[in-house]
C-alpha cells in the first residue's frame, strides 16, 4: 500500500522543501495547497484559452445610439440615489515603463562622445525624437527646468543636446525627480491654467461627476503600502478644492496587495527558486490578486479604470457613457433579480421557461445547451438559478486601432461550453493558424471600463473568489539578478479572475480610452490644454 503523506510531507519530498521554508510560507499568510498547486501548474503548465470566434456588434457586442446612451443614463441617475456607489482604482504599479525607452537612453548614451542625434541614428529610436520635439508641452517641463537652472548656472551656455541630456537625467536620477520608480497616479499628467493635476486629482474629479449618489462618493485606490504617503499628500492638497467645486464629498479609502497572493517562483527546471541566502523567492500574483480586494468592498454599483486613463478634456463624454453603462447594468439586473425572486416563491412553470432562456441568451450572452429542453423543471429550473446567481459586469468595449492588450471574445471551455470573456494575446496558441487567425479578427479592444454589481438578489456580496477560473493564469520569465526564474500571475483581474460573472459587451467611443503607457502619450490631444479657436 502506498505511504499516506501528508501534505507537508508530500511537498516536501516532491519539491525539496525543508523546514525553514514551511516557516516562511506560513509567515506570508500562503495556505500550502497554494503552493503546492502552483508548482505542480509550472510542471502541467497553463493550458490556452480555445478562441471560438471573436465578439463583434450583433454577436457578443451590444452598439447603441448617443440617444440610448442618454436613456440608460438617465435611468441611472433616477435610481442612483437608492444605491451606494463606489470607483476602484488598481494604482499600485510604479511608472518604469512609461519611462522605459529614456531610461535606456541613458544607460547606453555616451555623452562625452556622440550627440544625441547620433544616438538616435545608432538605435534608430522613434520615441525619443517625439520626447525630445515635444519636450515644452510636458507639464512637468517647468519644474524640472527651473531644477536644472539651479543645479548648473551655466545652463544657458549648454548646447542643446546637452540641456536634453540633463533634463532627462535629472527627471529619472533616483536623489531628485525619481519619475520612472514613482507609482503613475502621483505623476503630473494635466497642465491647466491655474494648476498642474494628477491622476489621482481627475480620478476624485471623475468620481464626482459619475460615482456620486446623494452628494457622496465613494473612491478607492490599490496602493503598493510604500507609496501611499504620497497618494495622501495629494489628496489633502486637492481634495477640499474638488469637493467645493462639484458640491460632493468624497471618500477614499486604500488597500494594498495581500502577501497572501503572492505566487512562489521556479528556476528553469520547476524547482522552486532560491535567492543568495537560500531562501524561497516569492513575486506579487499580478493584478488579478486584486480580486481579493474588490471582493472587501461593499457598494451596489462599482466602476473600475485604470489609473492611467484619465483626460484632460470631454469630462462630459466621459461621465454620459459610464453613467450610460451603469443604466445598462442596473436595467439587466433588475431582470436577473425579478427572475430569481420567482423561483424562490415558486411562480416559475414551464410556461415561463422560453422566454427566461430568451434573455438569458439575448441579453445576457449565456450559452445553453441544444438539449437544455430534455430536462425536468426541476433541473431546469437549478440551470437557470445556477447561471443567474453571479456577479454582473458591463464593459465598455473601443474599436480595435492596433493597442496592445486583451480583446473580447467566444471562448469554449474544455467542457464544450461557450462564454464571452476578455482575453490577453499570450493567453492564445499562437502555433495554431486557426487559432491566430481568429486573434486577428478581433474588431475590439478592452480599455478597462467595467461598471459591476457584485451583491446578489437578496442583497448580499457574493464571494468573488467563488467565480475565478484559476486554469487562466499566466507563467511569465523573468530575472533574479542574473538567474533566470519562471513566476506565476494568477488569472487577470478582468480575464480569469472574472470568468465566472455573467458578462455584457457594449462599444463606447474612442474618446473614452486615453491611457499613458509611454511618457510620449502625454503629448496626445487628451492630455494637452485645449484651446479655444
Not at 548614451?109 to 525619443?128: S, V
Not at 486584486?290 to 462599482?302: G, T, W
Not at 458578462?503 to 496626445?524: A, G, H, S, Y
Request: glycine share 6%; charged share 25%.
Amino acid at each position: 500500500m502506498e505511504e499516506d503523506f501528508t501534505r507537508k510531507e508530500r511537498v516536501a519530498k516532491n519539491y525539496g522543501l525543508i523546514e525553514a521554508d514551511f516557516e516562511q510560507i506560513k509567515a506570508k499568510g500562503i495556505p500550502l495547497d497554494k503552493i503546492e498547486a502552483e508548482l505542480s501548474l509550472f510542471k502541467s503548465g497553463i493550458p490556452k484559452i480555445y478562441l471560438e470566434r471573436p465578439a463583434t456588434i450583433g454577436d457578443g457586442i451590444l452598439k447603441l445610439t448617443q440617444q440610448q446612451f442618454q436613456e440608460y443614463a438617465g435611468s441611472f441617475d433616477q435610481k442612483k440615489s437608492d444605491l451606494k456607489l463606489k470607483k476602484f482604482v488598481p494604482a499600485s504599479g510604479a511608472a518604469s515603463r512609461m519611462f522605459k525607452f529614456l531610461n535606456e537612453f541613458l544607460n547606453d548614451f555616451d555623452p562625452e562622445n556622440e550627440t544625441i542625434n547620433a544616438y538616435i541614428n545608432r538605435k534608430k529610436d522613434k520615441n525619443l525624437p517625439i520626447f525630445l520635439a515635444g519636450i515644452e508641452k510636458f507639464p512637468f517641463y517647468d519644474e524640472i527646468k527651473s531644477a536644472i537652472k539651479q543645479l548648473y548656472p551655466e545652463y544657458y551656455s549648454l548646447e542643446s543636446h546637452e540641456k536634453s541630456y540633463r533634463f532627462i537625467k535629472l527627471m529619472l536620477s533616483a536623489e531628485h525627480f525619481d519619475f520612472a520608480n514613482k507609482p503613475k497616479g502621483v505623476l503630473d499628467f494635466h497642465k491647466y491654467p491655474t494648476h498642474i493635476a494628477t491622476p489621482v486629482e481627475e480620478h476624485l474629479n471623475e468620481c464626482a461627476f459619475y460615482a456620486a449618489s446623494n452628494s457622496v462618493s465613494h473612491l478607492h485606490f490599490t496602493v503598493s503600502e510604500n507609496h501611499q504617503n504620497l497618494f495622501t499628500a495629494i489628496i489633502d492638497k486637492v481634495k477640499d478644492k474638488v469637493e467645493s467645486k462639484s458640491g460632493t464629498k468624497v471618500h477614499i479609502n486604500y488597500s494594498y496587495q495581500d502577501q497572501s497572493t503572492d505566487t512562489i517562483a521556479v528556476d528553469m527546471q520547476n524547482r522552486p527558486f532560491r535567492n543568495e541566502k537560500n531562501e524561497l523567492v516569492f513575486r506579487p500574483g499580478g493584478h488579478g490578486a486584486l480580486i481579493k480586494n474588490l471582493n472587501e468592498l461593499d457598494a451596489d454599483v462599482i466602476f473600475i479604470k485604470n489609473i492611467d486613463n484619465v483626460i484632460q478634456n470631454h469630462i462630459n463624454e466621459i461621465t454620459l457613457y459610464k453613467k450610460g453603462l451603469a443604466g445598462i447594468l442596473l436595467e439587466l439586473q433588475q431582470k436577473v433579480f425579478e427572475i430569481l425572486k420567482a423561483i424562490d416563491e415558486g411562480h416559475v412553470g414551464d410556461n415561463d421557461i422560453p422566454a427566461i432562456i430568451d434573455f438569458m441568451q439575448q441579453k445576457l450572452n449565456i450559452d445553453v445547451l441544444d438539449d437544455f429542453y430534455k430536462y425536468t423543471l426541476e433541473n431546469k429550473i437549478d440551470f437557470i438559478k445556477n447561471k443567474l446567481n453571479r456577479p454582473i459586469r458591463v464593459c465598455g468595449m473601443v474599436k480595435n486601432e492596433g493597442e496592445p492588450g486583451g480583446g473580447p471574445f467566444w471562448v469554449s471551455n474544455h467542457k464544450g461550453s461557450v462564454s464571452l470573456q476578455i482575453v490577453e494575446s499570450s493567453q492564445v496558441d499562437t502555433h495554431n493558424p486557426e487559432q491566430v487567425a481568429i486573434l486577428l479578427k478581433s474588431t475590439h479592444f478592452n480599455p478597462v471600463d467595467l461598471v459591476c454589481a457584485t451583491k446578489n438578489y437578496q442583497g448580499q456580496k457574493f464571494d468573488l473568489t467563488q467565480f475565478v477560473d484559476h486554469s487562466t493564469g499566466f507563467i511569465v520569465h523573468k530575472n533574479n539578478k542574473g538567474k533566470d526564474l519562471k513566476g506565476y500571475e494568477v488569472p487577470g483581474l478582468w480575464n480569469g479572475a472574472m470568468a465566472k460573472w455573467i458578462t455584457v459587451f457594449v462599444e463606447v467611443p474612442l474618446v473614452t480610452f486615453n491611457p499613458v503607457k509611454t511618457v510620449n502619450d502625454l503629448l496626445k490631444p487628451a492630455h494637452q490644454p485645449q484651446h479655444e479657436n
